[in-house]
């Protein structure tokens, strides 16, 4: 019994230093999974993230102005088509006015007012055979 029992306590520090290796090399073998980060590579990361938020910002800075732009054009697109309509309006005006001067009762009032008289007998003229039609002439 006492050969057994300082056995016991002989294989007590055999067992508890395999057990201390076993999981100090399963250690070693889960943290080679993860990449080890120094003082370098944490410096590359911070390097990196300001680039991206610098880049980040550029973006955001691009998307504005052309933004910006846009809602410049729109307001001179709507200040365009607003004057185009006055236009059409003024060009309509104009033909009306027109259609109303050449109309067959201002041209006769015109020419009343200029001394102009109606003529009783019409004549036509023949331009093919270069013959005048018959008919008296007569002017009032």
Do not use: C
């Amino acid at each position: 019994m006492a050969l057994t029992s300082a056995l016991r306590q002989s294989r007590q520090p055999v067992i508890a230093r395999s057990r201390a290796i076993v999981a100090e090399k399963s250690a070693e073998v889960i943290l080679k999974l993860v990449p080890e980060v120094s003082g370098t590579t944490r410096a590359t990361h911070k390097f990196f993230a300001k680039f991206l938020s610098l880049i980040a910002a550029l973006g955001f800075l691009v998307l504005l102005t052309v933004n910006i732009l846009l809602a410049e054009d729109a307001f001179t697109l709507s200040r365009l088509k607003a004057e185009a309509k006055a236009v059409a309006d003024e060009r309509e005006a104009i033909g009306r006015e027109m259609d109303t001067l050449s109309s067959p009762a201002a041209l006769a009032d015109a020419a009343s007012k200029l001394g102009m008289k109606h003529s009783e007998s019409p004549v036509f003229l023949n331009l093919a055979p270069s013959e005048v039609a018959p008919g008296p002439v007569t002017n009032g």
